[in-house]
């Protein structure tokens, strides 16, 4: 049996798991750039769940997309995390309707027993904080692709 490849991805919905730090390191590469209103943001503390829908840059379809001459593209998807006990932030103002946050990077800060806290770093200074249990996140796709409106890949000049 063969390992699944980065490229296998490239023309199927995303639908990945993590439970460890190296998975979510998996699942901040294909989210970093993603883009999404405040009022996409979920927290349930019943459920314990955390959720952005959030639409990211398709990562896993730019070799396919500059080999074909085509478009880069985008597509919606949710990012669910697990377990959670505490939600914090900084620098995001929920009351702002209108406000656009930009997902830049996501790590995990261990504590004890595989709990910690899981940092969602945004552009602009912002940061999501997540005390969880254990590290327990999805990410799914759920729409069809669409071309990117800017229809080029992110920058990080």
Known sequence: ???????????????????????????ASLTQ????PVTEMTYRASERRFAIL????RWEDVGAAKARGR????VQSVLDFGDVLKVSSQGVD???SDMILSLLSIDFEAGEDGAGRVILTLAGDGAIAL?????????RDVTRP???????APSHD
């Open 131 to 139: 005390d969880v249990e254990c590290i327990n996140v999805t990410l």
């Open 71 to 74: 478009d880069f593209e985008r």
């Open 94 to 96: 929920r009351s702002d």
């Open 1 to 27: 049996m063969e390992d699944a490849k980065f490229e296998d991805g490239g023309e199927h919905p995303l639908y990945l798991g993590a439970e460890s730090s190296e998975d979510l390191q998996v699942l």
């Open 146 to 152: 669409y071309i990117a409106p800017s229809r080029k």
């Open 33 to 36: 750039d993603a883009v999404f």
């Open 54 to 57: 959030l639409n990211r840059f």
